[in-house]
């Protein structure tokens, strides 16, 4: 047998390995609840508000978590990959984001017990009665696929650009602001990116403790 054959069997040996090597490695990790990217920080925004909010969410939790645009996922693959989820959706005219409601009314068997926080942007003011029962209308909107509440909500500020906005969208405010706040559409910001990294440190917590608990079951095992 010639000497490169060899050195040709030793190498896909060597490969074969390595590679079986990983697979055990990575499932091990599925296992014991280490692997990273195991909780999904799913976001539903238009002009980019939400996605803000959500990244200094991501900075405040401090560990690994997977941001993702409900724009881009497989509603069914991110359901059952994931142990955990933080959701959020900017509020439009008409409400909640219609692609997340989708996503969590489409996917609710699989979703059970695996929300953890729940939050809401938008450019009402919390400070208020009427506000604080406008939000509450886009909470219940917005949590009316779950089977369980989410242990941890908040509502943040939006953002406004004139500028930015489509001619429909805009023609669209400048009539609510017009009727219904009886005020001229113009450009705000009342985004605030230290509330959003505290709510990112409280779910932090929840999401440490639902792994310890999940942990625990599997290292635990059944009686049968």
Known sequence: MSSDLISRR?????AALSLAALNFGCSISKLTGDRAGNT??????K??????????IRNGINREVD?????DISYTGTAKDYDSFIIGSG?????????????LTSQADMLDGKVMAS????????????????INSYFDQFHAPFKKMPLLSDYFGGRIIVEKLTDEDREAL??????FLKSKLTSWD??????????????????????????????????G
Do not use: M
């Open 10 to 14: 030793g190498f896909l040996l060597k």
């Open 40 to 45: 999904a920080l799913i976001y539903a925004t």
């Open 47 to 56: 002009y980019g508000a939400t996605r803000d909010t959500a990244n200094w």
């Open 67 to 71: 941001l993702l645009n409900i724009e």
């Open 91 to 103: 509020v439009w005219i008409g409400g909640v984001h219609n692609r997340l409601l989708d996503f």
């Open 119 to 134: 939050f809401i942007v938008c450019g009402t003011d919390g400070g208020t009665e009427s506000g604080k029962k406008r």
């Open 174 to 179: 400048i009539k609510f602001y017009r009727t």
């Open 190 to 223: 009342k985004t605030d990116p230290d509330k959003a990294a505290r709510f990112g440190k409280d779910a932090a917590r929840l999401l440490s403790k639902f792994s310890n608990e999940r942990t625990h079951v599997i290292q635990g095992g059944s009686a």
